[in-house]
């Protein structure tokens, strides 16, 4: 993990969404968060791997060269892969209009998926509700971190 990427987590999500879905990268990706090493994370992933990456945010925490939606209601519209980003203290307020919610993951497609990147926490930038949806995947994706980086050590071994 990097200031500007987390490569184990985006390899982890990425097999992850593979067992749940056969041709994830046809899916709608929107990032809800400030730029940061997530949310690039997210872009790289999207121009590697060619799924289309949305996302919204405040102004002033664009991610250069991805599409912003700054009204979060119209954003999460015909998304099927919601992702998020916990925020610094100071961001708390400038977000505040930027919380998923059970209503919101409603507006989105049919068997949409919410994958907060941790630390997440209840009522900051995912409510409570919505954590003990069926949407909610966060848990059973972070399950996939220690097999990538399993993966990850034995590969980077054979090398030498």
Same mark, same amino acid.
């Given at each position: 993990?990097?200031?500007t990427?987390?490569p184990?987590?985006?390899?982890? $999500?990425?097999?992850?969404?593979?067992?749940?879905?056969?041709?994830?990268?046809?899916?709608?990706?929107?990032?809800?968060?400030?730029?940061?090493?997530?949310?690039?994370?997210?872009?790289?992933?999207a121009?590697?791997?060619?799924?289309?990456?949305?996302?919204?945010?405040?102004?002033?925490?664009?991610?250069? $060269?991805?599409?912003?939606?700054?009204?979060?209601?119209?954003?999460?519209?015909?998304?099927?892969?919601?992702?998020?980003?916990?925020?610094s203290e100071?961001q708390?307020?400038?977000?505040?209009?930027?919380?998923?919610?059970l209503?919101?993951?409603?507006?989105?497609?049919?068997?949409?998926?919410?994958?907060?990147?941790?630390p997440?926490?209840?009522?900051?930038?995912?409510?409570?509700?919505?954590? $003990?949806?069926?949407?909610?995947?966060?848990?059973?994706?972070?399950?996939?971190?220690?097999e990538i980086?399993?993966?990850?050590?034995?590969?980077?071994?054979?090398?030498?």
């Amino acid at each position: 993990m990097t200031d500007t990427n987390h490569p184990c987590e985006m390899l982890a $999500d990425m097999y992850a969404l593979s067992n749940l879905r056969e041709d994830f990268c046809e899916s709608q990706f929107l990032f809800v968060g400030p730029k940061g090493n997530i949310g690039l994370a997210w872009k790289e992933a999207a121009e590697l791997m060619g799924f289309h990456l949305k996302q919204s945010a405040p102004y002033g925490y664009e991610i250069e $060269d991805v599409d912003v939606i700054y009204d979060l209601e119209e954003a999460i519209k015909g998304i099927d892969v919601v992702c998020t980003d916990s925020l610094s203290e100071r961001q708390l307020n400038e977000f505040k209009n930027y919380q998923i919610s059970l209503e919101l993951m409603e507006k989105a497609n049919k068997n949409v998926l919410l994958n907060p990147c941790p630390p997440f926490f209840r009522g900051e930038e995912v409510s409570r509700q919505v954590i $003990d949806s069926s949407y909610f995947v966060g848990y059973e994706f972070k399950k996939c971190l220690l097999e990538i980086q399993q993966a990850i050590l034995i590969f980077s071994l054979m090398e030498q």
